[in-house]
């Protein structure tokens, strides 16, 4: 199997040399980054399967290569901070951010997210499948959506595992506990709201079909086919 390449960026050297060594123990490609414009050279130069991203880079904050990035790709993105306090967490989400690990961390923890968001945005995977319902198609081993005919081309790889999740159970009511299990794929710490922001976030991308996703309050959310 090919190799999964990870972009490690982050201004403190000792740090990227030890997300390093815990991501090639692990059979992965690492390169890195020390500042936000050496991240986007990186990436117009090659090809990556995940970027893990420090919040605070010397040539800026990491929200905004964030925002850029995310402008040109739906590369699967982690940020790195020392930062932990909500609004913090859920700007990243806002931004197109997939996860976020304060610091001080625990390598093998960044580690299993890593292959955690590896495994949900299908790096690696072949699965099968496409699902149609009226006025909406979620191409599954391509990763696309379309709506009325159109694709949707501005979904994190998050949105498109979120949508593909509560999709495959139509009818069923989820809260959102059990979506951060299933969706983020690990013992998720953040607030339960980081659920509400990527419900909204995806709604608005969806436009006018933004009804298959339907709020039951006090519980979470399921997903409805429209008659």
Not at 195 to 209: A, C, Q, S
Request: hydrophobic residues 40%.
């Amino acid at each position: 199997m090919e190799r999964r390449r990870i972009l490690v960026a982050d201004d403190e050297g000792g740090l990227r040399q030890l997300v390093r060594l815990y991501l090639e123990k692990e059979g992965m490609e690492v390169d890195e980054a020390a500042t936000g414009r050496q991240v986007l050279a990186r990436l117009e130069g090659a090809k990556y399967d995940l970027l893990i991203l420090d919040l605070m880079m010397p040539d800026g904050d990491g929200w905004s290569v964030c925002r850029e990035v995310r402008r040109k790709s739906e590369l699967p993105i982690i940020m790195l901070t020392a930062r932990g306090e909500e609004t913090d967490r859920l700007l990243g989400f806002d931004l197109g951010a997939d996860d976020y690990v304060v610091k001080p961390f625990s390598p093998r923890e960044l580690v299993a997210r890593v292959k955690a968001l590896l495994r949900r945005t299908g790096a690696g995977q072949a699965e099968d499948g496409e699902l149609r319902f009226p006025g909406l198609s979620i191409n599954i081993p391509g990763r696309e959506v379309k709506v009325e005919g159109r694709p949707v081309t501005n979904l994190t790889p998050k949105e498109f595992d979120l949508l593909l999740f509560l999709a495959r159970h139509p009818g069923q009511v989820m809260s959102r506990e059990r979506i951060l299990e299933k969706v983020w794929g690990y013992d998720f710490y953040g607030d339960l709201r980081t659920v509400d922001t990527h419900i909204k976030n995806l709604r608005e991308k969806l436009g006018r079909e933004r009804g298959f996703i339907t709020t039951v309050w006090g519980v979470g959310y399921k997903f409805e086919v429209q008659k």
